[in-house]
């Protein structure tokens, strides 16, 4: 089941207001199964750098279907993948991304988050995470 502009709409909302809470301005960045934009959203005030860093790290876990921060573990030096963080246009294999499965497993797309720290970022991510599971009950 791919993200539906509802889902995603659901999932800025949340990840929004969790933002808020913490004092944050952050960038929420939601990608379809395919890896391609869903929707976007920039807080005002948010630093621009965190755009790209969003991107990435819905991107990274879009396309390996897992938590970004996962990744670590394959491409840390002395891992089997060194470097792997060079590969699909640039990965961030920190906090802060999290691949959305439907209850099946499959994969409906990722979000990513950027503009706190790798912590507070993750947290804003899993508001976002939490409202994205309501909608499917």
């Known amino acids: 089941m791919p993200i539906s502009a509802h889902n995603a709409q659901a999932i800025i909302d949340h990840a929004e207001a969790k933002?808020?809470?913490?004092?944050l301005a952050a960038?929420?960045?939601i990608l379809d199964e395919g890896g391609h934009l869903k929707a976007f959203h920039r807080m005002d005030g948010a630093v621009l750098g965190s755009i790209d860093i969003a991107m990435r790290k819905a991107r990274t876990a879009?396309?390996?279907q897992c938590n970004s921060e996962d990744v670590w573990d394959y491409l840390k030096p002395g891992a089997p993948a060194p470097h792997l963080e060079l590969s699909n246009g640039g990965?961030?294999?920190y906090g802060?991304?999290?691949a959305l499965k439907c209850p099946n497993g499959g994969l409906a797309g990722s979000l990513g988050v950027s503009g706190g720290s790798i912590e507070q970022d993750t947290k804003?991510?899993?508001a976002g995470l939490a409202a994205f599971e309501a909608t499917l009950r």
């Open 96 to 98: 802060g991304g999290i």
């Open 19 to 23: 933002a808020r809470e913490m004092g």
């Open 124 to 126: 804003i991510a899993k």
């Open 91 to 93: 990965l961030a294999p």
């Open 62 to 64: 879009v396309l390996f």
């Open 27 to 29: 960038i929420i960045a």
